[in-house]
């Protein structure tokens, strides 16, 4: 009986977090911070984020938009030991140059790529020692302590970022000059809405007192809470400023609610008269 709990027990220790952190600890003491070529082809998004590349022997699978070329050089940020695969984080050497379109132009910005890989273990990482996680690496990562031993690597590709187009600087220029344009017609659109809008407003405007009262009481509140820079203030609606208050009958209620509109759509159309933004050089 004693036998069995004492096996019992030792299963426990070698499946449990703590046997994990321990073999995770003796990989990253070795694999993180140095460099490895990358023997395969990956797949990244070049974003903040490491996109996922699935391994099984030697073999990736990714759906990241960039595809990369195998020899590719990489650090390693990180390895991770999970139940049934270990995750090795890599911030590749070399950026790439990403495509994107806004209005009529296509753009370029340069981005650095980043690749999370899931090295299946097949559910025996906890049979595993480093040597085993090791050799799982073997048919994919040549590591080496420094960038300047990888860069004597045969298998490096030796990618570097593509060029940006030519006269790209002359399209950043009619990219800027068509960005106020699109600007300063947006303000000028919510300033005639906002000149619209008030206007409808103030034909519906009763004569009543309690709703004379609520109305002159919205109206201020409105004018004391709208506040932003022009970028806020063209995002915004009349909620983005509306304060409740505790009205004494629904008629008052009906005035105040309609008085922080007005409000609203008066001063915005004041405050965007100044968010215009001069002709580009």
């Known amino acids: 009986m004693r036998w069995c709990l004492s096996i019992f027990a030792l299963s426990l220790v070698i499946t449990s977090p703590v046997a994990h952190a321990d073999l995770e600890d003796r990989l990253n003491s070795r694999w993180r911070g140095a460099w490895v070529i990358v023997n395969g082809e990956l797949y990244s998004n070049c974003d903040s984020t490491y996109t996922n590349n699935r391994v099984s022997g030697d073999l990736i699978r990714g759906n990241g938009r960039v595809a990369l070329p195998t020899g590719e050089l990489a650090k390693v940020r990180r390895v991770d030991v999970k139940r049934?695969?270990?995750?090795?984080?890599?911030?590749?050497?070399?950026?790439?140059?990403?495509?994107?379109?806004?209005?009529?132009?296509?753009?370029?910005?340069?981005?650095?790529?980043?690749?999370?890989?899931?090295?299946?273990?097949?559910?025996?990482?906890?049979?595993?020692?480093?040597?085993?996680?090791?050799?799982?690496?073997?048919?994919?990562?040549?590591?080496?302590?420094?960038?300047?031993?990888?860069?004597?690597?045969?298998?490096?590709?030796?990618?570097?970022?593509q060029a940006y187009p030519e006269n790209y600087e002359q399209t950043l220029a009619e990219y800027r000059i068509w960005q106020v344009e699109q600007h300063n017609h947006?303000?000028?659109?919510?300033?005639?809405?906002?000149?619209?809008?008030?206007?409808?407003?103030?034909?519906?405007?009763?004569?009543?007192?309690?709703?004379?009262?609520?109305?002159?009481?919205?109206?201020?509140?409105?004018?004391?809470?709208?506040?932003?820079?022009?970028?806020?203030?063209?995002?915004?609606?009349?909620?983005?400023?509306?304060?409740?208050?505790?009205?004494?009958n629904p008629t008052w209620a009906n005035g105040y609610e309609t008085g922080q509109h007005l409000g609203y759509y008066i001063e915005l159309a004041q405050r965007l008269r100044g968010c215009f933004t001069p002709p580009a050089n």
């Open 84 to 161: 049934r695969r270990v995750d090795v984080f890599l911030d590749l050497k070399e950026n790439a140059l990403i495509e994107y379109h806004e209005g009529p132009f296509t753009l370029y910005r340069e981005a650095s790529c980043r690749v999370e890989l899931l090295v299946d273990t097949r559910g025996h990482t906890k049979n595993l020692g480093t040597g085993d996680i090791e050799a799982l690496f073997a048919p994919l990562l040549e590591r080496y302590a420094r960038l300047t031993e990888a860069e004597h690597s045969a298998n490096w590709n030796r990618r570097a970022r």
């Open 186 to 248: 947006l303000v000028e659109e919510r300033i005639n809405d906002s000149i619209e809008q008030a206007s409808q407003l103030l034909v519906d405007v009763s004569q009543d007192s309690d709703f004379g009262a609520g109305l002159g009481y919205g109206l201020v509140t409105m004018k004391e809470n709208i506040r932003g820079d022009c970028d806020r203030l063209l995002a915004s609606n009349p909620g983005t400023y509306e304060k409740s208050y505790d009205a004494p």
